[in-house]
Each structure stands twice: as structure tokens, then as C-alpha cells.
């Protein structure tokens, strides 16, 4: 057997943040009474939330801002296209979102099913870019850490993928090195990218069959797939 270790993202890939995001934002769309603050809809919302969201990520994932700005950054932008102008209720919304999205327990299909088989043949680990104490939540709350012998978040490591520097992390701390390992993810440039950048072998899941014309190891619409490969 080739791989002795493997490498998993955890958001988008096996937890599925998209939903978990979805059933927070109406609970803290109703429980915060947003409609009569002026917020006509929880999906638009959602929708100039998202905008701001990823503006902010990719600016964290350079290292150009700390993570408790980009946690009430976020509301501030969006609450300011409301035409809502208050830090106590940006603050307010940043800590709940943190405090339960990673309660919710939305899992992509099979992800128990694969981590159970591929638990039994390989050394299995996480590597994710999420905040520490969101991430160590959503394991428990999820029920995946008996699979997991590491769960490497990108604070611990101090460098975030792609960076090369996370996935030298994780092999120290796995005993391990490029040549036996993969990296399964979502996200082509982050995870997929990142791991051809420094040698190891992929599975870029790709469950919206986004199209690219990259060279990776190999590729999948659903986790159960990953069973022919591995
Ligand atoms: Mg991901």
C-alpha cells in the first residue's frame, strides 16, 4: 500500500458549512429581530454577508488581518449595507455565529461510512483553516474525533494552507513525510494545490464538478467515490 497517512480538510468537505451556515444565519436573523431593524431577508442576508466574508478570508488567509476582526468585521459590512450602524449588535452576531454554527452537526453523505472504512487501512488526520476553538467544537459536536489521531488547525501551525509550511506541520507531527501521505479536499487551490506545491498526492472532492484544467492525483463528486481510489 502506497499511503500510510491520510490528510482530510474538514469544512465543505466533510462538514458541510454551507447548511450549518444556513440554519445559524435564521436563528440569528429571528432571535436578533433583523427584519424590523430593517434586514428585509434572512437570504439577503445571507447573500451580502457572504460577499463581505469572503473579502475578509481571503485577506485573514494573507495574514493582513487578526481573526477577532474578521469575526465582527464581517456584521459591521453587512449590517452597514442595511443601513445599520452598531458595533454592540456586530459584536453580538460575531460571537453567536462562532458559538453555534459549530454545534450543528451536518455531515456530506457517507462521511461516517468512508472515515469508518478508510480508519481501518490508514492513519487518518485533519488539516483546517478554521479557527481552533470553532474547530475542536464542530469534531466533538459532529462526533468525528474517534477517527482522527490529529486534528492540525492553521493557528497551531501558524501558517495557513496552502501555505507549504502547514503541511510540513502536520508531517512532523504525524511522523510521516509527502511521498506516503494525500490530502483529500474541496477546495482546489487551498488544499489541492497546496499539497501538489509540496509533493503529496490528492483527492480534490469536488461535489459541484467546478471545471479546471489543473493536473491533480485524483477527483470525486461524493465521498463514497473515494473508496475506489483509496
Ligand atoms: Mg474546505
Redo the contacts with the bound molecule.
Sequence with gaps: MKYKHIFF?????LWD?EKSAEETFLEMYEVNGLKKKGVNSFEEFRTVYKKHNDQLWAQYRKGEIEKEVLSVQRFVLTLAEFGINDMDLSKKLGNEYITLSPLKTNLFPYTHEILQYLQEKYELHLI?NGFEEVQQVKVDASDLRKYFKNLITSEEAGHKKPDARIFQYAFDKASTNASESIMI???LK??ILGAKAIGMDQIYVNFTNYEHCQVITHEVDSLEKIKEIL
Excluded at 480538510?9 to 468537505?13: F, K, M, N
Design positions: 480538510d474538514l469544512d465543505r468537505t458549512f483546517t479536499g474541496d477546495d487551498v488544499d
